[in-house]
């Protein structure tokens, strides 16, 4: 089936992730002395680069923050109900919320610190594992290419089929991309969350991507990437 590969890569995730949780409780010294290095590296950067520093935080409090992310996937939904495909409105709106379930529950159980530096650039609440950054910005620019259409789908009826110009899938996938990998290099070099905090987010992001996008019967084949 057409979902497989996605089926596939959300459970790979998952498991890599359960892996690297395990590891984080486990305070495995490899990984720690990683994190604290990398975290180190970046957070002297920050310092030594305040107008650097200064642009990061813009991108991490306001253009990535979780919830512009959050509002972007409630225009999603809100369209798509307005345009009658309630069941992928839906599926956007419970890949969301799992996904703020996830990693608070995840900050709660696990409870790991967040870094902290004599010099502080910036601040953030919360315990530090998962990055919330990094996994609600890879749901919803996952679930938003999703929706994009693609070669092969089974068309959607007229009043839904709207189609885009050429160029408007690479350039969805670029946004996404550089959000997603962005934001997470702004946690960390804002020294507030350690590296192995946002691939944790990556990973479970692409799990709860995964889980909302598959499995969604003969329309939900047709939409996973297609209207």
Known sequence: MRNNPLRWAGILAALLASVLTALVVARWRPLFSFDGRVAGDLHAHAVAHPGVTQVMRVLSDWVWDPWTMRALAAVACVLLWWRGDRERALRVALAVVVAAAVQQGLKALVGRERPVWPDPVDSAHYAAYPSGHAMTATVVCGMLLWLLPRPGSRPLPPSL???????????????AAVSVLGVGFTRVHLGVHWPSDVLAGWLLGVAVVALAATGSGRRGESGAGGR
Do not use: D, S
């Not at 709207?162 to 946004?175: E, G, S």
């Open 161 to 175: 089929a709207r189609p885009l110009p050429a160029w408007a899938p690479a350039a969805a996938w670029a946004v």
